[in-house]
């Protein structure tokens, strides 16, 4: 018997893992799908689609699957559709303020699954505008503290030389455009941008030699509301599930978990 038991806690932590992976493999195939529809399919002219391809193979999606997501975002075959970008707004548990920014080829099935989702969290999509007045949307720009040097100079591989963080914010707190500098990690600062800004700002941190794994627009709550430790677990279980949702590319709330 006790084989037994050990061998189904190992199938059913292997189920769990498994269903894991497919999600995260749906979300990458939508990532991409996006990244070409917004910047064309050819990884050497599009660097987000270059990352994400990287990203992809790295976690193991097939090679077959990487050139579906491609071709649905060029739109050819059977695999080709049409993107729509959406904004959905709802209250939360704990009447939370929450927006959830969407690229979707399905409108009417993403409407039909928010809304029970909120419902099942305690919560209900609002009408638009409702909730976004409590957010300012910015650009956010991850920034690695130090560079890499070539592999001419350290053998085989490249190298990541780490610089004090101070130095580094110390570098970057004077290029136009920026709004707000986030202590995040050891190693790791978030620069936060005017929306206009983010692409001239990623840029001139890029030519400066620092490591940018990640950078995209943001909304920023205005204010923050208190909530009990019961609704902080309900809505993290609640963003838990939206993260989940392929279609979904952002979550949003106006409180602290």
Known sequence: MAGHSKWSKIRHAKGIADAKKGKVFSKLAQQISI??????????????LRVLVD????????AANIQRAINKGLGI????????????????????????DVTTDNTNRVVSDLRRLFVDFGGNLSDSGSQSWNFDQKGRVEVKCGKMQAAEKHG????????????????????PGIVDIEDVD???LNV???????????????GLGYVIPNY???????????????DKEKLSAFVSSL????????IWFDTNL
């Open 156 to 175: 085989k591989e490249d190298v990541f030389a780490k610089e004090p963080k101070d130095d580094v914010m110390m570098q970057l707190m004077d290029i």
């Open 243 to 250: 993260e989940e949702y392929t279609d979904i590319q952002g």
């Open 186 to 188: 050891d190693e790791t």
């Open 216 to 230: 995209e627009l943001i909304r920023i709550p205005k204010m923050l509301r208190d909530i009990s430790d019961e």
């Open 35 to 48: 990244a070409v529809r917004e910047g064309g399919g050819d990884v050497d002219t599009n660097p987000s």
């Open 192 to 206: 936060i941008t005017g929306v206009q800004d983010l692409h001239s700002v990623k840029e001139v941190i890029k």
């Open 55 to 62: 990203k992809a193979k790295a976690e193991g999606l097939p």
């Open 77 to 100: 075959g059977q695999d080709g559709a049409k993107f729509e970008e959406c904004v959905y707004e709802g209250i939360g548990p704990g009447g939370v303020s929450m927006i959830l």
